[in-house]
């Protein structure tokens, strides 16, 4: 799975992907449900039985606070204990701030906004699978000759 490198290793970007794949796909089976409780915003708006309260889930809460620090440049701080806990769980000799942590940090975070577009539509009863498992290559563990397959090389390609 490692590619060899001038300085080291370099983790490709489909195996980065594959990786950030299988942590996305056991968090939905885990099935987070606390990303879909319903909360009041606070807002109210007119219905034809009068006014009623706007609820949204937390997950498209979350999204919210993950779209601002992604615009800062803040968006490891949703990911690096999944990446760190990913790197030591694969072995991988990848540390913290090198190319390849900085491909997981990216592919890991677009795998978390998939996660909570999933939760928000599960919130109001679609419980369909995301449409990004399938652009994603399927998670291979480490492989002597680097091969895995590939569909996309960025799970923000395939984020919709």
Known sequence: MLAAAKDG?????????????RWLEQRLEEGNSHLTELVDTGDVHETQDG????????????????QEDHERGRA???????????????????????ESYRLLVDQFFWAAVALRQAMNARAFGDYRQPKQLEKLPDYKPVLAN?????????????VV
């Open 146 to 158: 680097g091969n895995s397959a590939a569909k996309v090389h960025r799970l923000s390609d395939a």
């Open 76 to 98: 490891e701080r949703w990911v690096t204990d999944d990446v760190d806990h990913a790197i030591r769980e694969e072995g991988l000799p990848i540390k913290e701030g090198d």
């Open 51 to 66: 006014p009623e309260a706007v609820r949204e889930s937390r997950a498209a809460q979350e999204l919210s606070y993950m």
């Open 9 to 21: 290793f370099r983790l490709k970007p489909e195996q980065a992907a594959g990786l950030a794949r």
